[in-house]
């Protein structure tokens, strides 16, 4: 039986090659997205599935509730806090604290560059990262021992076989030896935590005495809980732990599962989307281009079984039940989707190193994965139900008396639902086009925005510890390159966060309150090259040796203190006090999305992670250059990755969304139009009696072009003013999450209806042109 | 075999009912071969398609077989249609995706004859109508008296006792017609019940009944002999 429905199927679909082609695209293209969205989906959710205690591992972290109320999350806790923990709580049946951190190996006349962690030795018992060799997990206990990952090993060694080896590190002119004490498998890239080595937290610790402060940003604490214990109840225990220590500090301590880390964070408090944004934004998008893909399906199947619909007239006079012809017709449909499926598949192979560039995914495909089988099933009858239900309970309703009567069959019942297809189908594009313009619009507005400072012409480069000890002479000759100003060493990249300190005191402090305050270490050249917008005082001098122990506040911390005269008044920063000199204002020290943080600048040499060369003539790529050859001279080990300002990827990652939202639109657009255009060519075949008459009536070609463009017109106006609101809504929160955001451009939802409409109509125009400008003595015989 | 008791069909527009049949009552039994005729619009073809379910009188009793067929459910009709009925269409109806052969199968593979039962029961059809050479023809490759046998060959595949004729000779010129109606007989002499409708005097003939249809009345019924 399903042979013979098959074979009738294929001889259809070859015989309707427009029809086939049309549908087995659309249904390919909805199928690729689906199944991409899909993967990326799975590969989020299958992150750190491979420990072994996956359910019961949890990062302790702390809610720092800030002096205005703010609230924000702070993952690096005292490393003192483990005793605490442990003898407070014994539901934590381990504790392991991990402190990541780059170092410097060399090899010879060679040196790398690797990134990995400090960690205590139970670090391999809770997490489940496979030996390679070394075998036992107390690898990490000694001082001067190292474990390394299999890449590192190769790149070291060139061998994996490197137990007791020694690797060497390097730390500014000071040599160190570790031994090898095992080689771990690379991490998977689907872990949270990422790393080459593994150092003992012990050595750590004993090279940073600070990091036992109450209060201290540390190490990250895991936390392996034991079975079957109540969470609740333990974030109720732990809650106050370090408030009890210093009540001021203010911090309230909760378990972060494992599981949720890659999709949730904290901001302000409150937890937020953070993977889970991207699942929903791709598993949104994907589904509503596999539903226009669906639609067009449908829509293009409803309008051909006209023609059909007599077969089935026939058939049910032969004998045959509705749901035989339901049956045949889902037949052919999932014919249909497995061919567009197999197409699909082709496809994902080919686009996902493309999806994985452009969207940092780390997707990977294999059919051996059975996930992905399950997927790529799901997918397949997902879709060939979706379409192929509607058209087929159409088709098995066809009454064989009217058919066999040879009425010309209309489906006026139908074409009602069939606008309202078409009109859901361009809603989705235009909602898309519109918000993707409105991230647009954010971006350049926070690029361009006047965040208190300079922010043109402005070149970050990464400080390192060979550029910090050469900090005099490498300024002396950047500045003799014509064209540069200035050059200033900062921990502070405007606008991108800083260090936050809560050891400041001022007088008429509440010697009890502990408050937050983002401190930034600089030097004499940082105001030449960001030009603060200083409202009182001066900036810092070589004419005032005092200057060395004196800071600049703004107008926020200002008010936290309590100083309306500021200029001349002391507080001290993390035990340096000293005099304020000078007040600036409206100076963004973390981002656009926040509000205005109390900000304090210090003539300090701690933790400058950047040098910021601010140019007055040139251009940058002419510049860069002459930096480079600076740089070499200084830094001959590093590569030199220098960046424009303004080309610094969006604090927000605006990027990935409006791409993401613009690369959704076009396939959106594109599957739209293609399904328009199709049925356009079904409308105008089955008006090829009206088209000629007219025409021998008088019309001329391009009235006819007009009356057909008239009925399209009207759908898409109907979509546009479902979508406007539905964009407008969407715009209003997207920015609403913006601390300083854009007023809502009114300009895109023009740009947005009017490119819809024009390629809508494009799309059409031919059809209509086709079927416009044919002989009507030619329309009129063939009927 | 077929009873009709005060069958009416009219529609129902705004303010006025339009009558299509009104009153039928005919008793057709098993191995005649009736001829209903009668003027465009006299309600010729609505009374065949009531007798063969695909439409249903607006009132009265119709019992096929001595079964109450105006109560049949869907599933029953199908039924009807599957074991007891064939059609045959003035304008074919053949399935035009299909060869000669598959569109005779179909009405078997709804039945759900099987495989090699079927093979068989179609090659006695294409035999029987010389039609084997051209059995993997698609009918838009065939004339159109070859496309009706092809037609018939599908209605009496599935052995019916009933076979509905509604003008089958209308779209034919007269030699081919006479082929039909000459097989029609013969159908006939092998004792299936045909109802045919047709305009043609001269093939009503090959029938031994004629039933004339005026405004929706039984105008006369004569048998002869």
Redesign the interface.
């Known amino acids: 039986?399903i042979r013979?429905f098959l074979?009738?199927s294929v001889?259809?679909l070859m015989?309707n090659k427009t029809y086939s082609l049309l549908n087995f695209l659309c249904l390919s293209f909805g199928q690729t997205c689906a199944i991409i969205a899909a993967l990326y989906i799975l590969n989020i959710f299958s992150y750190d599935k491979f420990h072994k205690n996956y359910d019961r591992l949890y990062q302790v972290e702390a809610i720092v509730t800030f002096f205005n109320g703010d609230r924000f999350l702070k993952e690096p806790l005292s490393a003192s806090l483990v005793g605490d923990l442990n003898a407070n709580v014994p539901e934590l049946e381990a504790i392991t604290r991990v402190v990541p951190g780059g170092l410097n190996f060399i090899n010879g006349d060679r040196s790398f560059t690797e990134q990995g962690i400090y960690a205590d030795d139970n670090f391999l018992n809770i997490f489940s990262f496979p030996m390679a060799s070394g075998g036992n997990s107390n690898e990490i206990s000694e001082l001067n021992t190292i474990v390394i990952s299999e890449r590192m090993a190769l790149k070291l060694f060139e061998t994996t076989d490197c137990i007791g080896k020694t690797a060497v590190i390097k730390d500014n002119e000071k040599q160190e030896a570790y031994k090898i004490t095992g080689v771990i498998r690379n991490v998977p890239s689907q872990s949270l935590l990422q790393f080459d080595f593994i150092i003992p937290l012990s050595k750590f610790l004993a090279g940073n005495p600070l990091a036992n402060e109450t209060g201290a940003s540390s190490c990250h604490y895991w936390a392996l809980v034991s079975e079957n214990s109540d969470i609740t109840k333990i974030n109720n225990k732990i809650r106050d732990l370090i408030k009890n220590q210093e009540t001021t500090l203010n911090q309230e301590l909760f378990l972060f599962p494992l599981r949720e880390k890659i999709l949730y964070n904290y901001a302000g408090g409150r937890r937020v989307w953070d993977g889970m944004q991207y699942v929903v934004i791709f598993g949104c998008i994907a589904f509503a281009i596999l539903l226009i893909a669906c639609f067009n399906f449908i829509n293009l199947a409803v309008a051909m079984n006209i023609k059909r619909y007599?077969?089935a007239?026939?058939?049910?006079?032969?004998?045959?039940?509705?749901s035989?012809i339901i049956f045949q017709y889902l037949t052919e449909t999932f014919v249909i989707t497995a061919i567009s499926l197999l197409f699909s598949i082709i496809l994902v192979r080919l686009l996902i190193p493309l999806v994985n560039s452009q969207f940092n995914a780390g997707i990977s495909f294999t059919i051996a994965d059975f996930r992905v089988v399950l997927i790529l099933a799901a997918i397949m009858i997902s879709t060939g139900i979706l379409s192929g239900l509607l058209p087929a309970l159409y088709l098995s309703s066809s009454n064989?008396?009217s058919v066999?009567?040879?009425e010309i069959v209309k489906s006026h019942s139908y074409s009602f639902f069939r606008q309202s297809l078409i009109v859901f189908q361009f809603v989705i594009p235009v909602v898309l086009i519109i918000f993707m313009m409105i991230i647009k619009t954010q971006d350049n507005y926070m690029r361009d925005y006047d965040m208190g400072f300079q922010n043109d012409k402005l070149i970050v480069i990464g400080n390192t510890r060979n550029l910090e000890a050469h900090e005099g002479s490498l300024k002396t000759d950047l500045l003799s390159i014509p064209g540069i100003e200035a050059v200033s060493f900062t921990n502070c990249i405007p606008a991108r966060g800083t260090t936050v300190s809560n050891e400041v005191t001022w007088t008429g402090k509440d010697a009890s309150e502990k408050l937050h305050f983002w401190c930034i270490n600089t030097d004499y050249q940082y105001n030449t090259a960001i030009n603060l917008n200083i409202t009182d005082g001066r900036y810092f001098s070589y004419s005032f040796p005092s200057d060395s122990a004196s800071f600049l506040i703004n107008d926020i911390a200002a008010g936290v203190f309590e100083y309306d005269e500021p200029l001349g008044k002391t507080i001290s920063v993390d035990g340096k006090e000293g005099t304020i000199i000078g007040v600036f204002k409206d100076f963004h020290s973390v981002d656009l999305a926040g509000p205005f943080a109390p900000t304090i600048i210090s003539l300090s040499p701690a933790c400058r992670n950047n040098i910021l060369i601010r140019f007055s003539s040139g251009t940058y790529s002419s510049l860069k250059d002459k930096i480079r050859d600076v740089y070499i001279r200084y830094e001959p080990e590093m590569s030199f990755a220098p960046t424009l300002y303004k080309d610094l990827p969006s604090y927000s990652n605006l990027d990935m969304s409006s791409d993401l939202a613009g690369t959704a639109c076009f396939i959106a657009l594109l599957l739209a139009c293609l399904g328009l255009s199709g049925l356009a060519s079904f409308s105008a075949s089955s008006r090829t009696k009206e088209i000629g008459i007219r025409k021998t009536n008088g019309a001329t070609t391009l009235s006819v072009i007009k009356l057909l463009g008239i009925g399209y017109t009207r759908w898409l106006i109907i979509s546009f003013i479902i979508a406007l609101p539905i964009a407008f809504l969407l715009g209003r929160i997207f920015l609403m999450r913006f601390y300083f955001h854009s007023p809502l451009p009114l300009w895109v939802f023009v740009a947005g209806v009017c490119i819809t409409y024009t390629i809508a109509l494009l799309s059409v125009s031919v059809q209509s042109w086709r079927a416009a400008s044919r002989n009507p003595v030619e329309a009129l015989r063939y009927e | 075999m077929i009873s009709l008791k005060n069958i009416y069909k009219y529609y129902d527009s705004k303010f006025q009912r339009t009558f299509v049949l009104k009153d039928i009552d005919l008793e057709i039994s098993e191995g005649e071969f009736v001829t209903i005729m009668g003027p465009s619009g006299a309600g010729k073809s609505t009374l065949l398609n009531i007798i063969g379910m695909l439409d249903e009188p607006s009132e009265g009793e119709y019992y096929f077989l001595d079964q109450p067929a105006h109560k049949l459910n869907e599933k029953k009709k199908v039924e009807f249609h599957r074991n007891f009925v064939g059609f045959i269409f003035q304008a074919f109806h053949l399935i035009d995706e299909m060869t000669v052969y598959e569109n005779i199968e179909t009405p078997l593979i709804y039945k759900g004859v099987k495989s090699k039962e079927r093979q068989g029961l179609v090659a006695d059809m294409l035999d029987r109508f010389n039609m084997v050479a051209k059995k993997d023809l698609f009918p838009a490759q065939l004339s159109g008296g070859q496309q009706q046998l092809v037609g018939i060959a599908r209605a009496i595949v599935g052995k019916p006792k009933l076979l509905l004729a509604d003008e089958p000779t209308g779209n034919l010129h007269s030699d081919q017609g006479k082929q039909i109606m000459e097989l029609l007989s013969q159908l006939n002499s092998e004792g299936i019940t045909i109802i045919q409708v047709t305009h043609n005097e001269e093939f009503a003939k090959y029938s031994r009944r004629i039933i004339r249809l005026t405004d929706g009345l039984i105008s006369s019924d004569n048998i002869s002999n």
């Open positions: 039986m013979n074979k009738t001889r259809f015989r007599r077969e007239g026939i058939k049910k006079v032969a004998g045959a039940s509705r035989a064989p008396l066999l009567k040879g």
